[in-house]
């Protein structure tokens, strides 16, 4: 049974919320609205983005509908609830039901019984609608409750009634239309809000908000930056320079007017500038122990605030009355399944104490004049790729929130970056998207060289290569394309995949037994406590018990291998070596256990196991003789990034160093065992926030050898560059790239 709540903006299945963003949203009451009739793709347009939005309709309004027929487990093959009629538009295709508004205040009142038999007829059904008070923010004129009863027909059971009073949403409309290939790097917008500066690979740009014009900053020629701030006579921005690979970042002043930018200190970034233009607080310091340091408007008596070990550190952003500081920490937790522990925090500059007002935030702040600090909260499944913004008014001499957060935009795409105007009225967001594919590429010159990588999934799906079929002709992944991550093989002179592990429950990871006849992979119970939905609009995921599973490479009922919590990553070696291992999350902790494919879990490797403060989880490979595990440490010897490679012989470990480097990616071993590909980054910016991508840094696949030899192989600075997996003869790699849109939107509240 399904009820759409309308002024709770939630969708229900037998009383269970079902996340539904708000586009999909309008999509369905409007389809409900004219049910059995076609509702075009331009109707939707008109109803979805006002003739003053610039999006990319095609792509957007394909992403919604494919999100609605998620939340309702439908299929654009065979559907039950919407029809896609070609090349014109939509077709609600369940029948619906009016009741009167009597029938509807009775069930709102009295909930039928979930034991009590479905009705068999439009006649006999009852709406199961319950009333819920209003408190996210919609522009809808009516409420709509169904109540859908899946028997050998489906009912459908819509139901009008009346709406509470809500705070309208802010209007939104689009800035910048920069194609993928020449992203928005970042946005900041005037303290006036007539004037937004943004930098792209081309260079810097004005753009005045309510005409459109916009025209290139005059700077030096070959001077390449970014704007991170204004200074409040709307003149002047703060901006960071683009670091080389190794080096580190610098903070200058720039007029829009144009002349030679000042340089007001090295070794900075993440920089805002205080509401009276007196003082620049700004992040600096190695990727491993960021620090917050003030200093001056014209760059004297810089002054360290806080640091934190381990940590990332930025998001600045000041009160109103310049007394403290809004910043963003993200530490990496291996005990959190997202990867990171990231809080909102406050800084009294007076006292120099620090508290905590969120958790499970994202990378940008904005603080406005009636005190509400606006942050990034990342969305739950299924739509886990999107981020959106959310206000929580402070008590700044407290220091602590006051009232519920409240939810400012609902769409789609991941916040990178936020700026406000002086009076808190509009509001600047840099959006980005990300579209991860798998690509082949194959190995030439004894693997020296590495071919164009060719596009083997052109779709919009989210698809990530793990493995390669004994033959070398295929390759395994995991992909959302059913709505949840399922598994599936492709060979590579196919256009189209064939599934192998499906269902309702997420499978990810598929790797090969050792003789290469079964698909080894994990399976997340939620009837057993895995993922679970989180209870507020802030990620809130808890590792929970997880299944390995194996299934037949040709296909078959999959069978139970072993369960185990926070199941983190598997790989076996191959024949003659009958070695399996898998990992175990714990917090702060990552365990290592050997596995037999057909008999279950073995015992625990002494001396492997890692520690958060060092290594980055997931980020470990077992090597083909099965004598060496290999991880991705943070920093090695003078700072640098490294590989530990640990004998599971004898239990001793050296370290490969990779200077010149920011950050290792990730980590697999080569098919002959002689070298390891990685990807790093150049930036330590890079790689900090999950928002996509971050087009100032460069991604790189670099060949490894043991001897210590680091060659190059691949370079990406306008897509994100993920794992490589090489084939078994060694002669292909399957990569998964990442496209992506990075543009700016504004949100202006009337």
């Known amino acids: 049974m399904f009820e759409l709540d309308l002024r709770a903006g939630e969708l229900r299945r037998n009383g269970s919320k079902i996340r539904l963003q708000e586009q999909p949203f309008q999509i369905l009451v409007t389809l409900l609205e004219h049910p059995g009739e076609v509702v075009t793709r331009e109707e939707l347009r008109s109803k979805l983005w006002p003739a003053d939005t610039f999006v990319d309709f095609d792509h957007s309004l394909n992403a919604a509908i494919r999100r609605l027929r998620d939340a309702l487990g439908d299929s654009a093959d065979r559907p039950r609830f919407v029809e896609t009629v070609a090349r014109r538009g939509y077709r609600f295709i369940a029948p619906v039901s009016h009741p009167t508004r009597a029938a509807i205040e009775s069930t709102a ?6 034991q009590e038999p479905a009705p068999t007829s439009l006649r006999e059904t009852v709406p199961s609608a319950t009333v819920i008070s209003g408190h996210r923010n919609h522009k809808w004129q009516f409420g709509i409750a169904i109540a859908a009863v899946l028997t050998a027909g489906t009912l459908i059971g819509l139901h009008f009634v009346q709406p509470l009073a809500v705070r309208p949403s802010p209007s939104q409309r689009r800035l910048t239309a920069n194609r993928p290939e020449v992203p928005v790097l970042n946005a900041t917008l005037s303290p006036s809000g007539k004037y937004l500066a943004f930098a792209d690979t081309t260079g810097i740009y004005l753009r005045q908000v309510d005409s459109g014009e916009t025209h290139p900053i005059p700077l030096p020629a070959g001077w390449v930056g970014k704007p991170e701030s204004w200074f ?10 683009h670091p080389r690979p190794g080096a580190t970042s610098s903070l200058w002043r720039v007029s829009v007017l144009g002349g030679e930018p000042r340089l007001l200190a090295d070794n900075g970034s993440s920089a805002v500038v205080s509401p009276d233009g007196s003082q620049i607080a700004f992040v600096r310091g190695p990727v491993s122990s960021r620090e917050i340091w003030l200093m001056q408007a014209d760059g004297e008596k810089a002054t360290r605030l806080l640091g934190c070990n381990g940590c990332f550190l930025g998001g600045l952003a000041w009160s109103p009355d310049g007394k403290q ?14 990867g990171f522990d990231t809080q909102l925090e406050i800084l009294n500059l007076a006292s120099n104490r620090s508290e905590m007002l969120e958790s499970h935030v994202g990378p940008a702040l904005a603080w406005t004049p009636d005190e509400r600090i606006i942050y990034v909260a990342g969305e739950p499944p299924p739509n886990q790729s999107d981020s959106n913004l959310w206000a929580v008014r402070v008590n700044s001499r407290a220091m602590r929130p006051e009232g519920a957060p409240e939810r400012i935009t609902n769409g789609a795409g991941l916040i990178a970056g936020i700026s406000a105007s002086a009076d808190g009225r509009r509001l600047a967001i840099l959006r980005r998207t990300l579209q991860p594919n798998v690509y082949v590429a194959q190995l030439q010159d004894h693997g020296t060289r590495l071919s164009t990588p060719q596009l083997l999934t052109p779709d919009e799906w989210y698809d990530f290569p793990t493995a390669w079929t004994a033959d070398s002709e295929s390759v395994l992944f995991f992909s959302d394309r059913d709505g949840v991550f399922h598994i599936f093989k492709q060979a590579i002179d196919e256009t189209q995949p064939q599934l192998l592990v499906g269902g309702k429950e997420a499978a990810a990871l598929p790797r090969l037994n050792p003789d290469g006849s079964m698909v080894l992979y994990v ?30 490479v040709s296909g078959g009922p999959p069978q139970l291998v072993l369960e185990g919590r926070g199941i983190n990553n598997l790989q076996c070696a191959r024949l003659p070596s009958t ?13 290592f256990y050997t596995f037999d494919p057909l008999k279950g879990k073995g015992k625990e490797i002494t001396g492997a196991a890692i520690h958060e403060s060092d290594f980055y989880s997931f980020n470990w490979s077992l090597s083909p003789d099965g004598k060496l595990l290999a991880f991705s440490k943070k920093f090695g010897t003078q700072g640098q990034p490294a590989i530990r490679l640990f004998s599971l012989v004898d239990a001793k470990e050296r370290l490969i160093s990779l200077p010149g480097w920011a950050g290792i990616a990730t980590l697999d071993w080569s098919a002959d065992g002689k070298s390891l590909w990685s990807t790093a980054f150049t930036t330590s910016e890079t790689g900090l926030w999950t928002t996509g991508f971050d087009a100032t840094g460069e991604w790189t696949l670099l060949k490894v050898e043991l001897s210590g030899k680091v060659t190059p192989m691949l370079r990406e600075r306008k897509m994100n560059l993920g794992w490589a997996i090489p084939s078994p003869d060694g002669s292909k790699l399957a990569i998964w790239k990442a496209a992506g849109t990075s543009n700016v939107w504004l949100a202006e509240t009337r």
């Open 579 to 591: 070695l399996c291992i898998y990992s175990e999350l714990a917090p702060g902790e990552e365990h």
């Open 232 to 241: 409040p006579d709307d003149n002047h921005l703060l901006v960071t320079t």
């Open 523 to 552: 399976n997340s119970r939620s009837d057993v406590g895995g993922i679970r939905e989180p209870q507020s609009p802030h990620i809130d995921a808890a590792l929970g018990i997880q299944q390995l599973m194996r299934v037949p």
């Open 325 to 338: 500081i809004a910043y963003v920490k993200q530490q990496y937790q291996m005990g959190s399944f997202w």
């Open 109 to 114: 009142a009295v909930q039928r019984s979930e």
